[in-house]
């Protein structure tokens, strides 16, 4: 078995969404999972060393990808993809994990068996 991809999930505030998506993958063996938040009040604030452990990086919404780029692009990004998720749920809604996981499942699988097949 290959190394776990290493993901890191992005929000606001790093209180709802993020937390729930590392919670859902956290006990996943294909994977290592850290969550963070763009706000300088967040609880656990992104970092360049989360960008820089990071094989993929999962934003919540395309405000939140931009503003990675713009405020860590020069030290070369992992790809980042933007999953659409609204600030609309509290941490761990059923429905904010139904939705977690029906967008991510699939991602990462493909994500993971692309890493087995290139070790």
């Known amino acids: 078995m290959s190394e776990p991809l290493r993901v890191l ?31 300088s009040d967040a609880p656990r604030r ?22 990675l780029k713009q405020r860590f692009g020069a030290i070369g990004l992992p790809h980042i993809e933007v999953l659409d998720v609204p600030d609309d749920f509290e941490c761990m809604d059923p429905e ?13 699988d493909a994500r993971v068996a692309a890493k087995a097949d290139s070790a």
């Open 96 to 108: 904010l994990q139904e939705i977690l996981r029906l967008t991510l499942d699939p991602d990462l």
């Open 9 to 39: 999930f992005v929000c606001a505030m790093n209180k709802r969404r993020s937390v729930t998506a590392e919670r859902l993958y956290r006990n996943d063996a294909r994977l290592q999972v850290r969550s963070a938040g763009l706000r």
């Open 46 to 67: 992104v970092s360049e060393a989360d960008l820089e452990w990071a094989e993929v990086v999962y934003a919540m919404e395309r405000e939140h990808a931009a503003q």
